[in-house]
């Protein structure tokens, strides 16, 4: 599979709607159950370095069991408000779970997020259905920018 990265130290770096998702997306997901502590969700975030964890109903990876995501922002609306303390994933989630097939063009991966007003978009694979990453603003507004001069 091929990154946006490695797509970029090509003389010639494809235009915005020929890329697919898994060309910019973030492998790996992690996830939390609704009554998770929202100060554990905050230090997942802290410790490795991520936008937003994805919440379950049930254990397990059962996409069905998807329920949302809290993102930094979810974390940061609910701190303003005051203590954090006695807050869940499930409380904070301020943003439904929207999936995107790994092969979906990046072009119908902005549409979704426009429409949506989200930042977050959980990669499937197109036959299992199985979360195989996360596609944030960050990741499409990387590969809209130009490449590194060299």
Not at 72 to 82: F, Q
Not at 120 to 133: A, Q
């Amino acid at each position: 599979m091929a990154t946006l990265d490695s797509i970029s130290t090509k003389h010639e770096r494809p235009k915005f709607d020929e890329l697919q998702v898994a060309d910019v997306m973030h492998a790996g997901v992690l996830t939390c159950l609704m009554d998770a502590p929202l100060d554990v969700v905050a230090e997942m975030m802290a410790s490795y370095g991520i936008h937003c964890v994805v919440v379950y109903e049930q254990p397990g990876l059962a996409v069905d069991g998807f329920w949302g995501v809290v993102s930094d922002l979810d974390l940061i609306s609910v701190a303003a408000e005051g203590d954090v303390s006695g807050k869940t994933a499930g409380s904070a989630a301020g943003t439904p779970a929207l999936k995107i097939s790994c092969d979906d063009t990046l072009t119908r991966a902005a549409q979704l997020m426009r429409d949506y007003a989200t930042s977050h978009l959980v990669v499937v694979d197109p036959d299992s259905d199985t979360p195989l990453g996360v596609l944030s603003t960050l990741d499409v507004a990387r590969a809209i920018a130009p490449p590194p001069r060299a």
